[in-house]
């Protein structure tokens, strides 16, 4: 099972600071309001399923991803095209994280493939 290694520079970074930089860089990157607004909106409910569990971004791997997915299928009975969205937020979120040098790569990406079939 792969595990996002996401090193924290300091312990007191929590999600909403994450957020907050991310959101920042995609100002800097010249992001519309519009795709902002909705990463956000993506990535604070991802945020929040990882929290009811206990979670943090460092503890991210495949079977989470699989676990948010049926969330989003089942729970909140999202249709394809809204997950699609979704996993693009995340996957927006974890380049993001891995130019930065808090994580090692993507582990989004190769789930998307995943999720396609699903």
């Known amino acids: 099972m792969e595990t996002v290694d996401i090193e924290v520079k300091r312990a007191s970074m929590d999600f909403n600071e994450v957020l907050g930089q991310f959101v920042m860089d995609c100002q ?3 992001l519309s309001e519009k795709t902002i607004i909705g990463y ?3 990535i ?32 909140r009975s999202i249709k394809h095209k809204t997950v699609k969205e979704y996993f693009s937020a995340l996957s927006a979120l974890y380049d993001y994280l891995a130019f930065e040098g808090k994580a090692k790569s993507n582990i989004i990406l190769p789930f998307r493939a995943i999720s396609k079939a699903v």
């Open 40 to 42: 956000k909106s993506c």
């Open 44 to 75: 604070s409910t991802f945020m929040n399923f990882l929290s009811t569990k206990g979670l943090s971004l460092r503890d991210v791997d495949n079977q989470v991803l699989k676990e948010f997915l049926g969330y989003l299928k089942f729970k």
């Open 28 to 30: 800097l990157r010249g």
